[in-house]
């Protein structure tokens, strides 16, 4: 295996590791940004008294009516064991799940129909993933090779 340098482990989980944090830390921005994107749609279901926009219809993503929910989102990289680490994507409130999922009464009848918007956001940051993980490929070859010229061109087959 000529022509092939020999990296210390460290070094390379360690460029790894930080461009696999700057990966989930874009794609958690594009996540979050999708889902303002999502609810910030005009309603098209009942006009409830009280509250300044329409409501959704059943299918339809939920209308930012306070804003609540669209505040109560956030993010955070959760150390999973050694270097590892989960990105946590979520909100609090007890509603957020409802609005996604819809609500059954005790016989399992459907009591409050879905209004679908985290599935809907990450399908919309499709593109956003593809390319942050194309981003994030040539940063790790590129900071690979700073580490050592000698190291072979292509990386990733």
Known sequence: MSGYH???????????VDEMT??????????????KTVIN???????????????SSPGFPPVVQTGTLLRSWTTKALPM????K?????SPLN????????TKNKDGSPRMLPRPYIDLSIKNTEEDRRKIVAKVQKRIEKKLMQ??????KKVVP
């Open 41 to 55: 749609k005009e309603g098209t279901g009942k006009k409830w008294s009280g509250l300044p926009k329409r409501s």
């Open 6 to 16: 020999n990296f210390h482990a460290s070094i390379v989980s360690k460029i790894v």
């Open 95 to 102: 509603y957020a799940k409802f609005l996604e999922t819809g």
């Open 81 to 84: 064991g050694g270097k590892r």
């Open 22 to 35: 700057w990966a989930v830390s874009m794609l958690a921005t594009a996540l979050q940004r999708q889902l």
């Open 147 to 152: 580490a050592s010229p000698s190291f072979p």
């Open 86 to 90: 989960a990105l946590f994507l979520g």
